[in-house]
């Protein structure tokens, strides 16, 4: 009695247009994703690669558990590292972090 009937108003359409900006706004999202994340990524991933395949007998690197030595022995897949006098370690050449200046390791006092 005192409550008055609501009635819902008719739907409007969308504006036209909105298809473009949202296909636009995707691709303009996947490429600042592109030059923020993956293609960075990708140059590390190629630069360890190089300084991998470069290895040879005789470099000082350091792995990626911090281990300091020199390269005694080398195959496809395995280095071996002379930390010290008469041990020497076997690793993975991916886990190499870095190869160091020669002579690092007598300034550490390693050798």
Do not use: C, W
Request: net charge positive; no cysteine; glycine share 10%.
């Amino acid at each position: 009695m005192f409550i008055q009937n609501a009635y819902a108003q008719a739907a409007g359409g969308q504006p036209a247009g909105g298809e473009l900006f949202q296909i636009g706004f995707l691709v303009v999202l996947f490429g600042l994703f592109y030059f923020i994340a993956i293609r960075p990524q990708r140059k590390r991933q190629k630069e360890h690669q190089e300084m991998v395949d470069a290895l040879k007998k005789g470099d000082e690197v350091i792995t990626s558990s911090g281990m300091l030595g020199k390269i005694t022995g080398i195959d496809d897949n395995y280095i071996v590292l002379s930390v010290t006098n008469n041990v020497e370690l076997k690793f993975q050449r991916a886990h190499i972090n870095a190869v160091l200046p020669k002579g690092t390791l007598k300034s550490v006092g390693v050798e």
